[in-house]
C-alpha cells in the first residue's frame, strides 16, 4: 500500500510539472500591452503596428499587441510610463535612440539602463541631400569646404539632438573639422525641412532616406552620402557611404523594443526567440519594403551592447557641444 501511495505521489508531482511547463509556454496567454512613445500616424507608430500585424500574420503570436501612443516630452511620458511597471511582463515599449539621448541632454533621468532592452527591430539609414544645381557634386566637396572654414555651409535637420544632427558632425570630426562651429539649423518637421532646401533657402539637409528618395526619383533631389555601413542596394545603390568615402562613420537611425526593468528572463527569452524568427518571415519582409525600412535586428545582449557603445559617442560629440546638460552633474 506504501508503495502505491509512492507511485501515485511520483505521478502528481510529475504531472504538476508537465502542466507548469505547458503553462510557461503558453506565454502570453492574454494581450501584450504596446507602449508606443509617439503619436498615431508617426514613424514609431508604424514600427508597433507592423510589428503587430506581422507577428500574428506569421502565426507566432497568438494574442494580439493592444496599441497604448503616449506622445509628448520627446518619448520620455512613454518611458516614465514603462518605467513605472516594472516586472511587467505584458509591458513592451517601442522607441528610439531618445532612450539614451534624452538624458545625456538632461530632459529625464532615466536611459536605457532603467528598461529592458528586448530587441532592434529596424533601421532607416540617412542621407545628405542637395538640390540638383548644386555647386557641392560630392559629399568631400562640402567637407573641404568645412575644412577651410567650419561655419561656411548651413546645413538643415528636423531637429536637435538627433540622428540627423549626428549625421553631420560625426564625418565632420572625422575628417578634421572643428564641430562647435559648424552651422545646423532645426526645422519643423522632415517635410519643412525637404521644402527649405527645394526652394533654396539651404543648401544641405541630413534626413531620412525614405524622406528623400522620392524627391530623387522626381529629379527634384540629389544624394550626397548615406550612413550605412556598406553600400545599399535598389535606388541608393549608388550613393557613397561615409566608409567608401575612407571615413569610419556609420549611423542607424534604428527602432527598438523595451519591456520595463525586472521583467523575468523567460520572457527576455521568449521574445528573442519570437523575434528572431519573426525578422526572417515573409510578412515582415513586406513590411520593411512598404516603408522602405532596412533589416537591423539584434537580440536582447547585442542590441545592450550596442546601445552602450552608441551612448557614449553620442555623450562624447554632445559635450563638447555644450550640450551635455544631464552629464554636467
Known amino acids: 500500500m506504501k508503495r502505491l501511495v509512492y507511485i501515485v505521489g511520483l505521478l502528481f508531482f510529475a504531472l504538476a510539472?508537465?502542466?507548469?511547463?505547458?503553462?510557461?509556454?503558453?506565454?502570453?496567454?492574454?494581450?501584450?500591452?504596446?507602449?508606443?512613445?509617439?503619436?498615431?500616424?508617426?514613424?514609431?507608430?508604424?514600427?508597433?503596428?507592423?510589428?503587430?500585424?506581422?507577428?500574428?500574420?506569421s502565426k507566432l503570436l497568438s494574442e494580439s499587441f493592444v496599441i497604448k501612443n503616449m506622445g509628448g516630452a520627446g518619448g520620455n511620458l512613454a518611458k516614465t510610463y514603462v518605467h513605472q511597471r516594472k516586472g511587467d511582463r505584458y509591458t513592451l515599449y517601442v522607441?528610439?535612440?531618445?532612450?539614451?539621448?534624452?538624458?545625456?541632454?538632461?530632459?529625464?533621468?532615466?536611459?536605457h539602463r532603467d528598461l529592458m532592452p528586448v530587441g532592434r527591430l529596424i533601421?532607416?539609414?540617412?542621407?545628405?541631400?542637395?538640390?540638383?544645381?548644386?555647386?557641392?557634386?560630392?559629399?568631400?566637396?562640402?567637407?573641404?569646404?568645412?575644412?577651410?572654414?567650419?561655419s561656411s555651409v548651413v546645413f538643415g535637420v528636423g531637429t536637435v539632438p538627433s540622428n540627423d544632427q549626428m549625421n553631420i558632425l560625426r564625418p565632420a570630426l572625422a575628417y578634421g573639422v572643428d564641430s562647435k562651429k559648424v552651422k545646423i539649423v532645426p526645422f519643423k518637421s522632415g517635410g519643412d525641412l525637404m521644402i527649405q532646401m527645394l526652394g533654396g533657402h539651404v543648401p544641405v539637409i541630413s534626413t531620412g532616406l525614405s524622406e528623400a528618395i522620392e524627391q530623387v526619383k522626381a529629379g527634384r533631389a540629389r544624394l550626397l552620402s548615406v550612413s550605412a555601413p556598406v553600400p545599399l542596394t535598389g535606388d541608393a545603390s549608388k550613393v557613397p557611404t561615409w566608409r567608401s568615402m575612407g571615413i569610419d562613420v556609420s549611423i542607424l537611425h534604428w527602432r527598438g523594443l523595451f519591456a520595463p526593468a525586472g521583467v523575468p528572463a523567460d520572457t527576455v527569452r521568449f521574445w528573442d526567440a519570437t523575434l528572431a524568427k519573426m525578422v526572417k518571415t515573409p510578412e515582415w519582409q513586406k513590411v520593411l519594403d512598404k516603408y522602405g525600412w532596412f533589416d537591423a535586428y539584434a537580440g536582447s545582449a547585442q542590441f545592450r551592447k550596442d546601445l552602450d557603445a552608441e551612448e557614449k559617442v553620442y555623450a562624447r560629440i554632445l559635450t563638447e557641444l555644450g550640450m551635455a546638460k544631464g552629464l554636467a552633474k
Not at 510557461?24 to 507592423?50: C, E, I, W
Not at 568631400?140 to 572654414?149: F, G, I, P, Q, S
Open 95 to 111: 522607441e528610439s535612440n531618445r532612450i539614451y539621448v534624452n538624458k545625456i541632454v538632461g530632459t529625464t533621468k532615466l536611459n
Open 17 to 57: 510539472g508537465a502542466g507548469g511547463t505547458a503553462q510557461a509556454a503558453a506565454f502570453p496567454d492574454r494581450n501584450v500591452l504596446l507602449v508606443v512613445a509617439g503619436n498615431p500616424g508617426g514613424g514609431l507608430d508604424a514600427v508597433g503596428r507592423s510589428l503587430d500585424g506581422a507577428l500574428r500574420d
Open 123 to 150: 533601421t532607416e539609414y540617412l542621407v545628405w541631400v542637395v538640390r540638383p544645381d548644386s555647386p557641392f557634386k560630392t559629399a568631400k566637396d562640402v567637407l573641404d569646404k568645412l575644412k577651410a572654414d567650419p
